[in-house]
């Protein structure tokens, strides 16, 4: 572990190489069963609301009615997350081919909202506890084994690809001490490999 300002971050972040592969992968983390969908910021419930009449006409009726029911959200202050259809597919999933995408990511790419979707959905594999500040961690999955080859392939670190996430939920000033303390991380672990 190693820290950035007020954060304290997962060592593997450092290391790890990394580049989604919607072809192989077909949007599973999107799709973890598990019965409850990305964990969202407080604020992220009002931009959801906001959002929800421009993205509507992407979603196929199954999770149109979800939507109804509860607006796709569950939870409560502190610990809202999105709702998910049979424990399973994020509520504001739709698919292409047999691809699993978000509804708001392909709004905000159309210019239609200016929220791209909830920062955890951005930021993963990266997930962020707190305990007194916030604690960024590698959630290693086996669905992600192609973005690991494939950020291999690419010399991809972790930390770049995720670069415009970690800029927004952190500011550039962060980040920049945050890929700096990644680059000396790496450098250290290579001396012990020699």
Same mark, same amino acid.
């Given at each position: 572990?190693?820290?950035?300002? @007020?954060?304290?971050?997962?060592?593997?972040?450092?290391?790890?190489?990394? =580049?989604? +592969?919607? %072809?192989?992968?077909?949007?599973?983390?999107?799709? *973890?069963?598990?019965?409850?969908?990305?964990?969202?910021?407080?604020?992220?419930?009002?931009?959801? #609301?906001?959002?929800?009449?421009?993205? &509507? =006409?992407?979603?196929? +009726?199954?999770?149109?009615?979800?939507?109804?029911? @509860?607006?796709?959200?569950?939870?409560?202050?502190?610990?809202?997350?999105?709702?998910? $259809?049979?424990?399973?597919?994020?509520?504001?999933?739709?698919?292409? !081919? %047999?691809?699993?995408?978000?509804?708001?990511?392909?709004?905000?790419? !159309? !210019?239609?909202?200016?929220?791209?979707?909830? $920062?955890?959905?951005?930021?993963?594999? $990266?997930?962020?506890? %707190?305990?007194?500040?916030?604690?960024?961690?590698?959630? &290693?999955?086996?669905?992600?084994?192609?973005?690991?080859? =494939?950020? =291999?392939? +690419?010399?991809?670190?972790?930390?770049?690809? *995720? #670069? %415009?996430?970690?800029?927004?939920?952190?500011?550039?000033?962060?980040?920049?001490?945050?890929?700096?303390?990644?680059?000396?991380?790496?450098?250290?672990?290579?001396?012990? #490999?020699?």
């Amino acid at each position: 572990m190693f820290t950035v300002f @007020n954060s304290i971050v997962d060592e593997r972040i450092a290391y790890i190489k990394f =580049k989604c +592969d919607l %072809d192989s992968c077909k949007g599973a983390c999107c799709t *973890l069963p598990g019965g409850r969908g990305a964990p969202l910021d407080d604020s992220e419930v009002a931009e959801i #609301q906001k959002a929800i009449t421009v993205v &509507k =006409k992407y979603l196929p +009726d199954r999770q149109l009615e979800e939507i109804r029911l @509860n607006d796709g959200i569950e939870g409560y202050v502190g610990s809202f997350a999105t709702s998910c $259809i049979d424990h399973k597919d994020c509520v504001f999933v739709f698919y292409e !081919n %047999d691809t699993a995408k978000c509804a708001f990511e392909k709004a905000f790419f !159309n !210019n239609e909202i200016s929220w791209r979707k909830p $920062i955890s959905c951005h930021l993963f594999p $990266i997930r962020i506890s %707190d305990f007194g500040g916030d604690v960024l961690r590698y959630e &290693k999955i086996k669905e992600c084994k192609p973005a690991i080859m =494939k950020g =291999k392939a +690419d010399s991809m670190p972790l930390f770049e690809f *995720l #670069q %415009d996430a970690l800029i927004r939920k952190y500011g550039k000033k962060w980040y920049d001490e945050f890929k700096t303390a990644c680059v000396g991380n790496v450098k250290r672990e290579s001396e012990f #490999q020699i």
